[in-house]
């Protein structure tokens, strides 16, 4: 069973910076994309960035040019780096991954900002 574990998650002020890790326990060449969804209190769980196996990424608007997700296959890692933090970017934050058709979750990280 493959898993996913968040860290990094935090209180910060508006305007700070955060990076969150994922690691997986095997190889994330074997996800054929991996990604973080964040959840607001009362609201769904969205996409914030995705990277894809061939090293494409996508990401929120919301985010764009904030967010940056990378990887690093030697340390099964998946990373997302959050600057200029606004409070609407308080979550819980989770990684996730597509494994063989499968859609693996993580447990969470919090996010805090505050203003």
């Known amino acids: 069973q493959v898993q996913l574990v968040e860290s990094g998650g935090g209180l910060v002020q508006s305007g700070g910076s955060l990076r969150l890790s994922c690691e997986a326990s095997?190889?994330?060449?074997?996800?054929?994309?991996m990604g973080w969804y964040r959840q607001a209190p009362g609201k769904q769980r969205d996409l914030v960035a995705r990277?894809?196996?061939?090293?494409?990424?996508n990401y929120a608007v919301s985010v764009k040019g904030r967010f940056t997700i990378s990887r690093d296959e030697a340390r099964k890692m998946v990373y997302l780096q959050l600057n200029s933090l606004k409070p609407e970017d308080t979550a819980i934050y989770y990684c996730n991954g597509d494994y063989w058709g499968q859609t693996v979750w993580g447990q969470g990280t919090q996010v805090t900002v505050s203003s």
């Open positions: 990277i894809f196996r061939g090293g494409g990424t």
């Open positions: 095997g190889s994330i060449f074997s996800f054929a994309s």
